[in-house]
């Protein structure tokens, strides 16, 4: 559980800070932003934790965001992990959809990846522990989005973990990786051909199958150019409203995939996210 303090900056009143530790899951070095309010200093805080999207890093969205202002105003910690293992030793892929930078956020069990490739283990165990071992993070008061790939993974871990996480939100989510190209070239790549491994990946079917017993919010830009093909939230929606669940899925015309789209509302789901965590 220990970590070495690679950089920290003063902001808004808290503290940015980037972190790397030895990750028992993936058998690598992990590198992880968090972002500690003002408000920690009386306290243990809510802690909302954001999963990046295809080739990003931790920096994308600690750099691009600007979650830091809206993190101290509603007194949450934000924690930002990289989105893969990385390093010389660790398989690879010439291609950006594969490979170091886009882990999926599952727990490979296929050659190469299954050494190293443990990223379900990593965000929904590890990382939670040692944010918890190492930060006045309340550990009742959990909460995760993400961006695309990251969208994806952050509505599978919570659909999956609803007695941990209190909220979940999502800009531009992958929601039905199993009926998109990029799914179905990730999931089989990382999972073998065993679809029912696939499912427990997949946001519009555990929505089918275990629905979630609070509200969602996503965000979704209508010039996004992987909307048609990629994207898919109409049948994350349907899956929702046919489980009574109550999505707030906001189409923003003229917005992108990018992370100006993402600037633009990431102050909306900060406070969305801390109303849900309050008290």
Known sequence: ??????????????????????????????????????????????????????????????????????????????????????????????????????????????????????????????LPALIAANFPADPVRQGIMGHSMGGHGALTVALSQPDRYRSVSAFAPIVAPMDVPWGRKALPAYLGTDEAAWARHDATRLMRARGWPRDILIDQGEADGFLAEQLRPELFATACREAGVDLTLRLQPGYDHSYYFIASFLPDHMAWHARRLAG
């Open 1 to 126: 559980m220990t970590l070495e303090t690679k950089s920290r900056w003063r902001s808004f009143g808290g503290t940015q800070g980037v972190y790397v530790h030895d990750s028992r899951a993936t058998g690598t070095p992990m590198e992880v932003a968090v972002y500690v309010p003002p408000q920690a200093e009386a306290g243990p805080v809510p802690v909302v934790t954001y999963l990046s999207g295809l080739t990003c890093t931790w920096e994308n969205a600690t750099t691009k965001a600007g979650f830091q202002r809206a993190a101290a105003e509603h007194g949450v910690i934000v924690v930002a992990p990289d989105t893969s293992p990385r390093g010389a030793d660790v398989a690879d892929d010439d291609a950006y959809d594969l490979g170091q930078g886009a882990g999926f956020y599952v727990d490979a069990t296929e050659a190469p990846w299954a050494p190293h490739f443990k990223m379900w283990t990593y965000v929904t165990e590890e």
